[in-house]
């Protein structure tokens, strides 16, 4: 049984990798197009297609992160409304209010959620990893500075990292 889960767990890390790359291709695709500037843009323009792409990302992301058993009903719950901005698209109005500002103030809002939802992984990550990695680091006769810069490094090496 222990075997099992090591294989399942060693193809989940491989998968983290892989995604890791993904995310990190499709920034720089996204950069070189004009990044943020280029998005704000096309919903000036009233074209929201051009969000397609980075919002599927992340909601790809934000579901492997809700696989991995971290607050998955969280990370279904911020999948679920990136899905909904993106499929109920622009309205001229909703109310007395401009289409384009509910939106993207809806979308922010979501956005926001999913970035405290990988502030508090980090964390958690930053609460688990510094002990475990002091007494094996001290074990091992690994220097002190690197010890301590271990934790900062998985996390920044991850893909929650990109989000």
Request: net charge negative.
């Amino acid at each position: 049984m222990g075997g099992l889960f090591n294989q399942w767990r060693l193809c989940e890390i491989g998968l983290e990798d892989y995604l890791f790359v993904l995310l990190s291709r499709f920034l720089n695709a996204l950069e070189t197009k004009g990044g943020a500037h280029w998005l704000a843009e096309n919903v000036e323009l009233k074209n929201i297609s051009s969000w397609n792409d980075p919002l599927g990302m992340l909601v790809v992301g934000i579901r492997h992160l809700g696989f991995s058993a971290w607050k998955p009903a969280e990370c279904a719950a911020i999948g679920n409304e990136l899905f909904a901005w993106q499929e109920k698209g622009l309205s001229e109005k909703e109310g007395s209010e401009d289409g384009k500002i509910i939106w993207a103030l809806r979308l922010k809002a979501t956005l926001d959620r999913a970035r405290r939802l990988t502030e508090e992984y980090s964390e958690a990550l930053l609460q688990i990893f510094p002990q475990k990695v002091q007494l094996l680091g001290k074990a091992l006769g690994i220097p002190e500075n690197s010890v301590r810069t271990y934790t900062e490094a998985e996390i920044r090496a991850g893909y929650v990292a990109l989000f």
